[in-house]
């Protein structure tokens, strides 16, 4: 005997769990991407107004800078196969094991504006910015795995579409000062615009074996924002060129956003919830052992759990699994090289680094579910979160200047799931 799975409750959300959402929030500019993303105790151009405010007062001249990013971002889902029981070779139930796809998005846009006043006495600098926080724009579709229940019948999940889109951009302002020859101090203030429109829909199928029906939806579930959030940045800057030690924490912003599910057989259900933005905290260090060469190493605690409440659970308040969902937060590790050629055309700056990327997707532990316990729903649920790893980003790029006033970099970030391209100009 077969019977199609519908639970628990709201299964129109639940499964919408189903992509890993690993968030990145990274520095902007080419050149922080060309040396890892150490940035925090370099921050030598107008990109400092996010990675670093205080390294402000280093730029020596007024400036504007535009970048120009393309990303490049491949996501596995649970689309199809046999969790448990036997193949019976009927219809779509042809395969033992899961069967994972790649979800894949990618976008190209301005990352990063910014215009940087130094005043004439070289103590304070101002600036203003719009920077791209974060950008996801994710599309799968699941033909629904095929389970065995305790009484040995062979169930399926409900096939599912979900596109899921959010966008989050920032609009600050940012200030450093120089409180004596060896200190400087930053801070910014950023409004940040979230928009959010992730719809996930379930299908009937041609029997209980056959293809999925797209014109008969049976559930639906959404989850929308559009509003604004402001979050401060606080910088430190120690030491001269040679040496320097920066520090910065930046606030994550909160947005308001709804959740909304419906299935035929349940009243639709609103929740209201906050979409919050991780907090950051940066250690990091620049060092040039010759004059030429430069060395930048920065440690970056990022807390991936505030993403955990209402964003994620809000998905899953009906199945009563709400707490078994958890965000590890994450520690990165980044490092990158300079080496200027001062007699070469462009007085070219070639640079290298490479990142460690600690896996903060969404992971399910079922110890952690109810008293009332559903094995299918624990073993779906477990095997289409269980993909989310850790990556080390390799990087590279080259930075070209042209007279006084006009700088160009370049820079690409490559990772087993992500690839990103920048590219900027610098006018000063």
């Known amino acids: 005997m077969a019977f199609m799975a519908l639970a628990p409750a709201d299964a129109a959300a639940q499964n919408s769990l189903q992509i890993p959402l690993q968030f990145d929030f990274l520095n902007p500019g080419a050149k922080s991407l060309a ?4 940035f925090a ?8 107004t996010f990675a670093n405010p205080a390294g402000l007062v280093q730029l020596g001249a007024s400036e504007v800078s535009l970048e120009l990013r393309a990303t490049w971002v491949t996501t596995p889902f649970l689309q199809a196969g046999r969790l448990s029981g036997t193949v019976t070779n009927q219809g779509d139930d042809t395969i033992a094991g899961p069967v994972f796809a790649d979800s894949s998005g990618s976008h190209v846009g301005p990352g990063f504006i910014a215009g940087v006043y130094m005043h004439p006495s070289h103590r304070w600098v101002i600036a203003g910015y719009r920077h791209e926080l974060a950008r996801v724009d994710q599309t799968f579709f699941s033909n629904g795995v095929f389970q065995q229940n305790a009484a040995g019948q062979s169930v399926r999940d409900l096939p599912q579409e979900g596109d899921r889109e959010v966008s989050i951009t920032g609009y600050g302002v940012a200030g450093s000062y ?37 014109d008969k939806e049976l559930g639906r579930a959404s989850q929308t924002g559009d509003n604004v959030g402001w979050a401060p940045t606080f910088g430190v800057m120690i030491g001269r060129d040679e040496r320097r030690l920066g520090i910065v924490f930046r606030q994550g912003a909160s947005f308001d956003m709804t959740t909304n599910s419906v299935t035929p057989s349940n009243t639709p259900r609103t929740d209201e919830g906050r979409f919050r933005v991780p907090h950051t905290l940066a250690f990091g260090g620049s060092f040039r052992p010759k004059p030429l060469l430069t060395l930048a190493i920065e440690v970056t605690q990022i807390w991936y759990s505030r993403l955990r409440e209402d964003f994620v659970t809000a998905q899953a308040v009906n199945t009563g699994y709400a707490d078994s969902f958890t965000i590890d937060n994450g520690t990165e590790v980044h490092g990158g090289v300079q080496y200027t050629v001062p007699r070469w055309w462009g007085v070219p700056r070639f640079r290298g680094g490479a990142w460690f990327d600690p896996d903060h997707s969404v992971k ?40 006084r006033h006009f700088e160009v970099n370049a820079a690409i970030d490559i990772a087993s799931t992500t690839r990103i391209f920048s590219t900027s100009l610098i006018v000063r």
């Not at 040396?35 to 150490?38: C, D, F, H, L, M």
């Not at 105790?41 to 400092?48: H, K, N, P, R, V």
């Not at 203030?189 to 928009?195: C, G, I, K, Q, R």
């Open 178 to 214: 120089r409180i004596s020859p060896l200190v400087a101090v930053g801070v910014g203030l950023a409004a940040y615009t979230f928009d959010m429109n992730s719809v996930f829909r379930r299908f009937a199928t041609n029997g209980f074996f056959g293809p999925p029906l797209l």
């Open 364 to 403: 399910f532990t079922p110890a952690a579910g109810p008293a009332v316990r559903d094995p299918l729903f624990e073993e779906r649920l477990s095997t289409a979160l269980s993909k989310g790893e850790n990556q080390v980003h390799g990087t590279g790029g080259v930075g070209l200047t042209f007279g």
């Open 35 to 38: 040396v890892g993303g150490a």
């Open 41 to 48: 105790g370099l921050a030598d151009d107008a990109t400092a």
